[in-house]
T-cell receptor, first 119, second 113 residues
Framework: AQKVTQAQTEISVVEKEDVTLDCVYETRDTTYYLFWYKQPPSGELVFLIRRNSFDEQNEISGRYSWNFQKSTSSFNFTITASQVVDSAVYFCALSVSNAGGTSYGKLTFGQGTILTVHP | DGGITQSPKYLFRKEGQNVTLSCEQNLNHDAMYWYRQDPGQGLRLIYYSQIVNDFQKGDIAEGYSVSREKKESFPLTVTSAQKNPTAFYLC????????????FGQGTRLTVV
């Protein structure tokens, strides 16, 4: 079974601060995929990034960066110079490839981290 | 525009009633999913469907039923057997492989009155 843990329930920062959202995962599968989604007040989940288990390169996209470390089973997300528009709930999620090579894209989600950025 | 449409946005159910939540997608995706979101618990998978006329139970399927008669549509029925149905329900679709991202609708908030 898979498990994703986001230990930070809520984070509150002031605009322009950097903030890191933690994500730790558990799986016995050797091939898996990690995702981050953003949920603004409108409710819809917005895809941010996907990472394959065999690719440990960190990634940067504008003010967003992701640090994937297989050794610690972590996939952390950093927002640099946070803005009020970054306020949302952020979810880390995991999908695996089963022995048949088809996982049907089912996602196991963490509990989510509520990020509030104050002006 | 391509995407996923859920309706209604808000739904109220009386005790003992069955209600159906609609989910339609025009992304030509094979796979569709229903997730339930409760405060502090993240999203949990209710049902998923890989192809038309086939669907599988997720982690919390008790008290729910689905159908997949068309590729574009995956309605969810919350039956009276679901003891605690008040929650936020999200429908999603994807290409169906583990390495593809899911696209989500805007959700339906169901409240028991």
């Amino acid at each position: 079974a898979q498990k994703v843990t986001q230990a930070q329930t809520e984070i509150s920062v002031v605009e322009k601060e950097d903030v890191t959202l933690d994500c730790v995962y558990e799986t016995r599968d050797t091939t898996y995929y990690l995702f981050w989604y953003k949920q603004p007040p409108s409710g819809e989940l917005v895809f941010l990034i996907r990472r394959n288990s065999f690719d440990e390169q960190n990634e940067i996209s504008g003010r967003y960066s992701w640090n994937f470390q297989k050794s610690t089973s972590s996939f952390n997300f950093t927002i640099t110079a946070s803005q009020v528009v970054d306020s949302a709930v952020y979810f880390c999620a995991l999908s695996v490839s089963n022995a048949g090579g088809t996982s049907y894209g089912k996602l196991t989600f963490g509990q989510g981290t509520i990020l509030t950025v104050h002006p | 525009d391509g995407g996923i449409t859920q309706s209604p946005k808000y739904l109220f159910r009386k005790e003992g009633q069955n209600v159906t939540l609609s989910c339609e997608q025009n992304l030509n995706h094979d796979a569709m999913y229903w997730y339930r979101q409760d405060p502090g618990q993240g999203l949990r998978l209710i049902y998923y469907s890989q192809i038309v006329n086939d669907f599988q139970k997720g982690d919390i399927a008790e008290g729910y039923s689905v159908s997949r008669e068309k590729k574009e549509s995956f309605p969810l029925t919350v039956t009276s057997a679901q003891k605690n149905p008040t929650a936020f329900y999200l429908c999603a679709s994807s290409q169906g492989a583990g390495n593809t991202e899911a696209f989500f609708g805007q959700g339906t908030r169901l409240t028991v009155v």
